[in-house]
């Protein structure tokens, strides 16, 4: 009989558990039929025409209609009063979320602001849904929402692209205004909400 020496069980081991670890995401069964944009201007495409939105972008990259549920303004409360209309009601598979800019803009609180969030989030999980959120940093003006962010996804287990601005926010070539992407803009955002849904489609 062959034994192997426990150095090298040891290292077998230890490589099974990595590659464990980065096979990449989870197998998830997902119910209903729609890829629905959830939020306010971000989601919306304020800054660009309709067909450059970054929902209008990421229906062209994967090649299938995705509903633009966006109201610019929406603060987190606001969506959550809407939720049932245009997303629930809607056979949600895959729900992407841009939501707490206008909340941080007005001063809501955000203790209110993502206990409002984590409802929208689980709401749209009881449906079997796969849940994105774009979350918002804005320096020297981010008031602990970028933690709760983070926060929120570790007790969900939503899916976070910590900062969707990141790399375009103060660039004229892709910002509209300070706040709002131009045409380029929203497709940078949505190639990084493409990333984040391509295992699962």
Request: proline share 5%; net charge negative; aromatic share 8%.
């Amino acid at each position: 009989m062959h034994f192997f020496p426990l150095r090298s069980v040891f290292s077998l081991l230890l490589a099974f558990l990595f590659l464990s670890a980065c096979g990449g995401p989870e197998p998830v069964t997902l119910h209903g039929e729609n890829i629905i944009c959830f939020g306010d201007s971000l989601t919306f495409g304020t800054g660009a025409s309709r067909d450059k939105s970054y929902p209008a972008h990421l229906a062209a990259m994967i090649g299938q209609p995705i509903i633009n549920s966006g109201i610019p303004g929406d603060t987190t409360g606001r969506a959550l009063l809407r939720l049932e209309r245009d997303v629930l009601s809607k056979s949600p598979r895959i729900v992407l979320i841009t939501l707490g800019g206008n909340d941080l803009k007005n001063g809501v609180d955000k203790t209110i602001a993502f206990k409002n969030l984590q409802e929208i989030v689980t709401a749209i999980q009881a449906r079997g849904a796969l849940v994105v959120i774009g979350g918002i940093k804005l320096l020297f003006w981010d008031r602990g929402y970028d933690e709760e962010y983070k926060k929120l996804a570790e007790e969900t287990g939503a899916i976070l692209i910590p900062n969707i601005l990141e790399g375009l926010m103060g660039d004229e070539n892709l910002m509209h205004d300070t706040i709002h992407p131009n045409g380029a803009g929203y497709k940078i955002m949505a190639q990084k909400f493409f990333q984040a849904i391509e295992p699962y489609l």
